[in-house]
């Protein structure tokens, strides 16, 4: 039941930015922290951001060095990636995925990913 849609990825130039939506149902979406993740073939997956659904805290991986913001829309159940001034070394395919109650806490949900491609 539980359904986890990232959308929004595509082609754009460095420098360029993407709004990524991560469309999130069948379960209550206050009670779960929704993060974005991305991974390249062949390299480690890594954590972009995370937002709380109970009180909207935010978290951020240092290394996006606030090129990344993460926001959310808890009428519609969604949870947006604004990406800008994007790098090469940004392309990946993009997953949002969620955890109960704490962003601290290791992931549960996992959706299909979204690919970004930036080109040089």
């Known amino acids: 039941d539980v359904q986890l849609q990232a959308s929004g990825g595509g082609l754009v130039q460095a420098g360029g930015s993407l709004r990524l939506s991560c469309a999130a149902s069948g379960f209550t979406f206050d009670d779960y922290a929704i993060g974005w993740f991305r991974q390249v073939p062949g390299k480690e997956r890594e954590g972009v951001s995370c937002?709380?659904?109970?009180?909207?805290?935010?978290y951020y991986t240092d290394s996006m060095k606030g090129r990344f913001t993460i926001s959310s829309d808890n009428a519609k159940n969604t949870v947006y990636l604004q990406a800008n001034s994007l790098k090469p070394e940004d392309t990946a395919v993009y997953y949002c995925?969620?955890?109960?109650?704490?962003?601290?806490?290791?992931?549960?949900?996992w959706g299909k990913g979204t690919l970004v491609t930036v080109s040089s």
């Open positions: 937002i709380s659904g109970s009180d909207g805290s935010t």
């Open positions: 995925a969620a955890a109960m109650g704490s962003c601290l806490r290791s992931m549960e949900y």
